[in-house]
């Protein structure tokens, strides 16, 4: 039996000593540890993939002796069942090229996920959808009046009830109300290497400063405009010779293979968020 265990909580002597003497009380054996103390912060992260018995049948005692443990220790903690796949929504607008990757991995059994739904503010790609058989929902973002929009696409996600929001190109900005409703669990790809080129229109934005590198960056949603935690990012090198065009070219390759180990990362709970950043455990 696989079990998947992530630990945050204030660095202290003892931590690991403490979790792995329970683990080998219930016969478990760690396959994988990853460990970090953010010295400045003082604040202890872990990691541990573990195989029990094939007959193991305690995992309900084992979270309670975890519980017991985490108040003397002050332990934010998680027991995952790694084989679980999470259901994972998409929302697009009008391009599809992240979309059409996170599709191919996912066909491939690439990545773990259940797709519920696609959610959409154009109908472009609603063929993509009906040919792998996933719900399509347009719901139309009007210039003039967003709020009854965000309304709908929040009623829609909210029945759904998913593990993860994966915005693949969609390109609005969400209300402060969803992103509070979802902490942690809306991931986007913003098409720059951020903290540069925030908002709207980042390759014309670099091309105009005459930038040498172009890139892209996963993070998690929060209210503040393209400012949350960050998952990934790469780059990939430009000069005066590339056009507008060139670089949205270019950069679609990074943002769509920045988005797939950004996504793969916290489908596999490498990822802890702390206040504005990240620890992920590659």
Not at 107 to 124: F, P, Y
Not at 213 to 219: E, S
Not at 249 to 260: C, H, I, P, Q, S
Request: with cysteine.
């Amino acid at each position: 039996m696989a079990i998947r265990l992530t630990v945050a909580c204030p660095d202290q002597i003892g931590i690991v000593a403490t979790i792995g003497q329970l683990i080998a009380k219930y016969q478990g054996n760690i396959i994988e540890a990853n460990h970090h103390t953010d010295a400045g912060a003082g604040w202890f992260f872990m990691r541990h993939d573990i195989y029990f018995p094939t007959d193991f049948t305690k995992l309900d005692q084992l979270q309670r002796e975890l519980e017991n443990i985490s108040q003397a220790l002050q332990l934010q903690w998680q027991l995952i069942q790694p084989k679980r796949p999470k259901r994972v929504i998409l929302m697009v607008s009008r391009q599809s090229h992240c979309l059409a990757d996170i599709l191919y991995r996912w066909r491939s059994k690439e990545l773990n996920i259940e797709i519920l739904c696609i959610i959409s503010n154009h109908q472009d790609l609603a063929q993509e959808a009906s040919w792998h058989n996933i719900p399509y929902h347009y719901i139309p973002v009007p210039k003039q009046d967003k709020t009854a929009a965000f309304n709908q696409l929040a009623e829609t996600i909210d029945q759904y009830k998913p593990d993860l929001i994966v915005l693949a190109r969609y390109m609005q900005i969400l209300p402060p109300f969803l992103c509070q409703q979802y902490p942690g669990r809306i991931i986007n790809i913003h098409h720059s290497f951020l903290p540069a080129f925030a908002g709207a229109k980042p390759y014309h934005q670099a091309f105009e400063r005459g930038v040498k590198l172009i890139g892209a960056t996963c993070h998690y949603v929060n209210d503040e405009l393209d400012a949350g935690p960050i998952i990934e990012q790469d780059m990939v090198r430009i000069n005066h010779c590339h056009s507008i065009d060139d670089m949205v070219r270019l950069g679609k390759d990074v943002e769509k293979n920045v988005l797939a180990r950004g996504l793969r990362l916290h489908l596999e709970d490498r990822v802890f968020i702390h206040n504005d950043k990240t620890v992920v455990f590659n």
